[in-house]
């Protein structure tokens, strides 16, 4: 098993995309889809959280990668995500697709419309349902756990 650990408030340089390279076993496929969900998932902490709070972590075994993605979110944005993660979870790929198309038109005539897009993409390079999970710190803070799974074919 490897492990690697991504920095929240790491610049995507070339430093960046080389350790995703190493990672993925110099492997030009699985690099593409490895660092297409680790910029989703960077942005999306990037976007709707504080760093403070916030992890990334890249898991591969020999038959499949995982991200665990932790944030900060509020307690206002639980049933939102959870709905969002459960209607995506419930599409075919056909169907994720065509939905991801409609959120990207719409998000060029509104800009909030684009909300959970990267779930979208993060579903749809990952091929897998995904997983979160809500901890309740305190009345103000809630801690989401995001897990993503990308299954690795011989």
């Not at 697709?97 to 959120?103: D, E, I, L, M, S």
Request: aromatic share 6%.
């Amino acid at each position: 098993m490897l492990v690697h650990t991504v920095c929240v408030s790491q610049e995507m340089d070339e430093a960046f995309f080389t350790a995703l390279h190493e990672f993925s076993g110099n492997n030009l496929l699985l690099t593409k889809r490895v660092t297409d969900i680790t910029i989703e998932l960077l942005q999306n902490i990037r976007r709707h959280s504080d760093r403070e709070h916030a992890s990334l972590q890249i898991t591969r075994e020999d038959s499949k990668v995982t991200w665990k993605s932790i944030n900060r979110v509020t307690p206002d944005q639980i049933n939102p995500l959870a709905e969002r993660i459960n209607f995506i979870n419930n599409l075919g790929y056909a169907d994720l697709k065509k939905q991801h198309t409609r959120v990207l038109a719409n998000s060029r005539h509104n800009r909030s419309a684009n909300a959970g897009l990267g779930l979208y993409r993060i579903a749809m390079r990952s091929r897998s349902k995904l997983t979160a999970s809500f901890e309740q710190l305190d009345s103000g803070r809630v801690i989401l756990s995001l897990d993503v799974n990308l299954a690795l074919h011989p």
